[in-house]
Nanobody, 122 residues
Framework: QVQLVESGGGLVQAGGSLRLSCAAS????????MGWFRQAPGKDREFVAA????????NYADSVKGRFTISRDNAKNTVYLQMNSLTPEDTAVYYC???????????????WGQGTQVTVST
């Protein structure tokens, strides 16, 4: 079992940066791929980024490539999402997620955090 708790959301002006953190508990964290998703008002939840510690694989949605970076610190049981050059279109609730399998963490992971709000103003 994996428990995920996000933090770091907030209000930022367009062009600014935020770093989200996801603290994980559960003894298998260090072996599980991790991901971030987001859900904007009135829209479906969408994939943002994923990272596999075992293989080093990363995957990003086209909309965030070159602006967002996912990383993890196993010593701290934490995964990060560094978000730069934010635009109002990035406004959403951001969710940390995890799954034992790399394909699933990119589409429909089993474990979810509660979400953290990111609001980008013009």
């Amino acid at each position: 079992q994996v428990q995920l708790v996000e933090s770091g959301g907030g209000l930022v002006q367009a062009g600014g940066s935020l770093r989200l953190s996801c603290a994980a508990s559960g003894r298998t964290f260090s072996r599980y791929p991790m991901g971030w998703f987001r859900q904007a008002p009135g829209k479906d939840r969408e994939f943002v980024a994923a990272f596999s510690w075992n293989t080093g694989n990363t995957n990003y949605a086209d909309s965030v490539k070159g602006r967002f970076t996912i990383s993890r610190d196993n010593a701290k049981n934490t995964v990060y999402l560094q978000m730069n050059s934010l635009t109002p279109e990035d406004t959403a609730v951001y969710y940390c997620a995890s799954d034992a399998l790399w394909p699933r963490v990119n589409r429909n992971p089993a474990y979810w955090g509660q979400g953290t709000q990111v609001t980008v103003s013009t």
